[in-house]
Structures are given as C-alpha cells and as structure tokens.
C-alpha cells in the first residue's frame, strides 16, 4: 500500500467521482481507476459501487477512510499552521468555534479577554463540532468550542453549559401564542433543519416520529435557521443560544417538548 493510494483514495471519497478525482489530481481517469484497484486487492475489500449519479462507498471503505482521515489531518494541521505562523507570526491564541459560539459568544468574551490582555493576538476560527475537535487535537488550536461532542481522539472535553431547545416560529404563525410546543404540534408543519450529520440535529431529529414533519430546507447555520423563520419559510428547533443574541424580529421563541438538550464544551489536547 503506497501513498498514492491512500491520496487517491481521500480525493474519490471527497468528490465521490472518478472523472473529479482524475481532474484534481492531474491525472486520467483510468488511472484513478486502476489505483483504486491496486488499493481493494491491497485491503481485500471492495471500496465503491457505481450507482446512478456517481460512486457510492461500501460500509468498508467509509470506516477506512476515518482511519485516512486521521493520517492526512496531521499533515494537513502542519500546512495551516505554517500559514497561520505567516499571517499572524508566534504566541497567537488560536481558539476554534463552532458558529454559534463564534457568533454569539466571542464577541463579549474577547471584549473581557481584550480589557486583561491587551496585546496578546488571538486567532478565531469557525467550522464544525469534529473539524474544531481536530483543530485542538493536533494543536493547531489552543482550545476549541463545540456543540456537541465527537468521537476524536486526543482531546478532552468539560461541560461548558446545557439548556433545552426551542421552537421558533413566523410571528403570524398559528402556533405563535402557544405556551408551550409539543413535536405533534408540528405534523406536516414545513421545517427547516440543520444538515444530516450535526450531531446537534440527530438530538433534535430524535424528538420527533419520522416522516411527521415536511423537512424542507437545511443549512449548517442556525443563525440561516433564524432568518428563514422569520421570513414565514417554516418553523424549526434552535438552540436558544442563537435567538437570544441575535434578537431577530419576527420570529416568536417558545418552549419545546420533549426536551431536547444543547450542550456546549471546551476541548484541549490531551497532555503527552
């Protein structure tokens, strides 16, 4: 098994497509194919199946690829690093939040941090709960700020704070002087909803029988969430976090059953 391999490999599973992959990495198309062979009898398994529209990964390949994954995340911290090193230099406080927490909380916790430590430069960067798991676990970031936890090793976690979810409605909406929202009280009801794979929305996804609410509309943001409420494209449940602080108008925030827990937690590398 060869690096080329393993790189061409990474870039398939990415696009999900030969013809991509081949585009990116400068090469044929038949190469990329006769790579991805060499790699099944390298594994003894079968890693693709063409299905209408592209390439799907086998059970097998999609647990290989968490493995890859991992190797590639080391080199993959050193490039930024050396990056960062270039744009801000040394003795950076290099912090990773997740949105929410970049938008809603950072503002006020850097005005405080500001008023201690005037000079010492900070660097904020934004992705997912696991990207920021990453991050911190290769020290790429000093700490990181997450939504929910994911299985990412080499970093430890505490319980910053939890609170239950909310249900946000258009202020016209019928279920706008409710006191309280139940998940049957949004049967068929259009919902907007974070993206498959947030460990966030599976919490909220869990709440509710399936195929009861008309899934719509997704998008990674819960601020996105908020503003299309408002707009009457739906209705949703949001961390309160988001409402709170953003303050948008013509959204009503009400309680939610069942409960439904929003946690926040800070991460830091495990000390070798």
């Known amino acids: 098994m060869k690096f080329k391999h393993i790189e061409t490999f990474r870039v398939v599973m990415l696009t999900r497509s030969m013809t ?23 594994t003894g398994f079968r890693l693709f199946e063409r299905r209408a529209g592209g390439l799907a990964p086998t059970p097998e390949a999609e647990a290989f690829y968490q493995e890859v994954q991992r190797a590639f995340l080391g080199m993959d911290a050193l490039a930024d690093a050396a990056r960062l090193i270039r744009q801000v230099g040394p003795g950076t406080l290099r912090i990773g939040a997740v949105p929410s927490i970049a938008m809603c909380v950072m503002p006020k916790v850097m ?5 201690r430590y005037p000079d010492v430069p900070v660097s904020i960067h934004t ?28 970093v430890t976690a505490s319980l910053w704070a939890q609170e239950e979810g909310v249900c946000i409605v258009p202020s016209g909406h019928r279920l706008a002087r409710r006191r309280k929202v139940s998940a049957r009280d949004l049967d068929g009801e259009p919902f907007i909803s974070l993206t498959q794979g ?7 996804d869990a709440a509710f029988e399936p195929d009861r609410r008309k899934l719509i509309l997704d998008t990674p943001y ?35 059953a069942p409960a439904v827990v929003f946690s926040r937690h800070i991460l830091a590398a495990q000390q070798q």
């Open 20 to 42: 991509l992959a081949a585009s990116q990495l400068h090469t044929s198309q038949s190469n990329v194919s006769r790579v991805i062979g060499q790699l099944e009898s390298a």
């Open 111 to 115: 005005r405080t941090f500001r008023q």
């Open 127 to 154: 992705g997912d709960s696991p990207m920021v798991a990453k991050w911190t676990a290769t020290r790429y970031c000093d700490l990181g700020l997450v939504s929910y936890l994911a299985d990412t090793p080499g």
């Open 198 to 204: 947030d460990g966030t929305r599976a919490a909220i």
């Open 222 to 256: 819960a601020a996105t969430i908020c503003r299309m409420v408002a707009m009457g494209l739906g209705v949703s449940v949001i961390n309160p976090l988001v409402m709170r602080h953003l303050k948008i108008p013509g959204v009503v925030c009400l309680p939610f």
